[in-house]
């Protein structure tokens, strides 16, 4: 916890040399109750990025894939900041349910609703484990949309970036009391934190960068005669 209370100032500076950062509804996180932040997936430093904005000096947790633990030094900056590695592929939930309990006693948590990370920028389909974490604690889920200012909507050193946290999704909303019906209601908060996410997108998306170019066709081969 110490090395946290260190390394957050250090990383802020870090970032803002490097990249050109605008934040836009941090009043929405909550400040007196628990918070699942939901944000998209491009970068692997997306989870530094959005806790080092909130600047929080109570640490959030945060679900990341085992994957990124195998690099000693990578594995002990992450959980310096909070990170507990999930294996994806198993279900891990003994890790999603001590994550859940802690968030039901106050801790935030950030959770990547699409799982992986996109190679384009553009938002991919959600899943449902952040839902279950914030619905099972009784917390409230915070849309954040995360932008590049590139023309491959990718991170890059030097770019402009914007964060962007929308309105809380209530816990209440977020609670599913009749099992016979989670499918459906799962199936509805998604479409709910989708259309939340592309909103807060098209609001706040880089307008003066150019496209990238279409890709040419292949000239077609000559008739031999």
Known sequence: ??????????????IHIVWRVRVTGRNNIPKDRPAVIAPNHISDLDPVFILTVIFSFKRYRIL?????FRNPFIG????????????????????????????????GVLIFPEGTRTKDGKL???????????GQAGAD???CRIIYGTRDGRLHPFCRMRI???????AADLQI?????????????????TAELERLYEENKFTDIPALPE???APADKEVS
Request: charged share 20%; proline share 7%; glycine share 8%.
């Open 141 to 143: 889920m915070v849309p």
């Open 215 to 217: 890709p040419s066709a």
């Open 64 to 68: 990341a894939k085992q994957e990124l």
């Open 177 to 193: 009391t009749d099992l016979r019906h989670q499918v459906k209601e799962l199936r509805a908060l998604r479409a709910r934190l």
């Open 1 to 14: 916890m110490v090395l946290y209370w260190i390394l957050l100032p250090i990383v802020w500076v870090l």
């Open 124 to 134: 991919g389909k959600l899943k449902s484990g952040a839902f279950v974490i914030a």
């Open 76 to 107: 002990w900056f992450l959980r310096c900041m909070g990170a507990v590695p999930i294996d994806r592929g198993k279900g891990d939930l003994d890790t999603v349910n001590a994550v859940t309990a802690e968030c039901s006693h106050g801790r």
């Open 164 to 170: 962007c946290f929308g309105e809380p999704i209530p």
